[in-house]
């Protein structure tokens, strides 16, 4: 599956962003979907994953409460509402997809198949 990721950008600490992941290439509806971030220096980390029914979302434990994941089955799109965003939010954000993944591999980057290219979130204090 093909993914392009958007909506990166420039705010400071306490503001909004929503991320987009439009994919194609694939039945969207029978891929779980994922988000990851990067900031420099740093490994791949988890962010957040939403799996084929939409249900029961996962995130790593820094952004639960101001992070929504979600998906748009008509547009082939996932998002990531990014709220209260804070300056260790920094970081390059990718989207993924894992057509086949278990449930304990959620978090793990090796898990996904496919990747977009990133956007970049920084967030000035």
């Known amino acids: 599956v093909q993914l392009q990721a958007s909506g990166g950008g420039l705010v400071q600490a306490g503001d909004s962003l929503r991320l987009s992941c439009a994919a194609s290439g694939r039945d969207f509806s029978r891929i779980t979907m994922g988000w990851f971030r990067q900031a420099p220096g740093k490994e791949r980390e988890f962010v957040a994953a939403?799996?084929?029914?939409?249900?029961?979302?996962h995130y790593t434990d820094s952004v639960k409460g101001r992070f929504t994941i979600s998906r748009d089955r008509a547009r082939n799109t996932m998002y990531l509402q990014m709220n209260n965003l804070k300056p260790e939010d920094t970081a390059v954000y990718y989207c993924?997809?894992?057509?086949?993944?278990?449930?304990?591999?959620?978090?793990?980057?090796?898990?996904?198949?496919?990747w977009g290219q990133g956007t970049l979130v920084t967030v000035s204090s």
């Open positions: 939403i799996f084929r029914t939409g249900y029961s979302p």
């Open positions: 993924a997809a894992a057509p086949r993944i278990i449930y304990s591999q959620i978090a793990v980057p090796s898990a996904y198949d496919d």
